[in-house]
């Protein structure tokens, strides 16, 4: 698969059968490695993830922070832009659903293979929190749907 080498991949089989096992994670995906992996996003910077796997009690949790800087064109007046990211996210890692009853639990993430995809998670984690309209600014005036011109860099003289 393409892009495979480049993953965080996490072994969990300790985590799952030791209760009180952490561990750390600390990572970093390049930029260059992240527009390996293909989708529609471009990246500024490099992709941080910070954070710990913990096993408390038989309980698989893995809670970490997610930044990363993206480029941006603006939906609405289609100028280029960056914006940086940062997220804190906690899920359950469990190996089958059927643990729990079956009952679906949109924080659970199941890792059959005992591992964990950290890129392939913190990236699906990243675009479900994008807003669906990504603007420049709030406010973005955007284009003149006459002349084009950029309303933000001023009027102009169209409708007057
Ligand atoms: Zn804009
Ligand atoms: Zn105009």
Do not use: W
């Not at 993953?7 to 970093?28: A, C, H, P, S």
């Not at 910070?50 to 009690?57: F, H, Q, S, Y």
């Not at 906690?90 to 059959?112: A, F, Q």
Request: hydrophobic share 30%.
């Amino acid at each position: 698969m393409k892009g495979c080498a480049f993953n965080v991949i996490i072994q969990l089989r300790e985590l799952f059968n030791v209760e009180g096992q952490t561990v750390k994670i600390d990572d970093t995906v390049s930029a260059e490695e992240l527009s390996a992996l293909g989708g529609y996003e471009q990246y500024a910077s490099d992709m941080r993830l910070l954070g710990k796997i913990a096993n408390r009690a038989g309980v698989v949790t893995l809670s970490y922070a997610v930044s990363v800087t993206l480029r941006h064109l603006c939906d609405r007046c289609s100028e280029e832009f960056e914006r940086e990211y940062g997220y804190e996210l906690t899920h359950t890692l469990v190996t089958s659903l059927e643990d729990d009853g079956g009952e679906y639990e949109e924080d659970y993430i199941l890792c059959p293979e005992n591992a964990l995809d950290l890129t392939e998670l913190a990236l699906s984690d990243l675009r479900l929190s994008l807003p669906t309209k990504i603007l420049c600014r709030e406010d973005c005036k955007g284009l003149c749907p006459e002349c084009g011109k950029n309303l933000n860099e001023g009027g102009c003289d169209c409708g007057k």
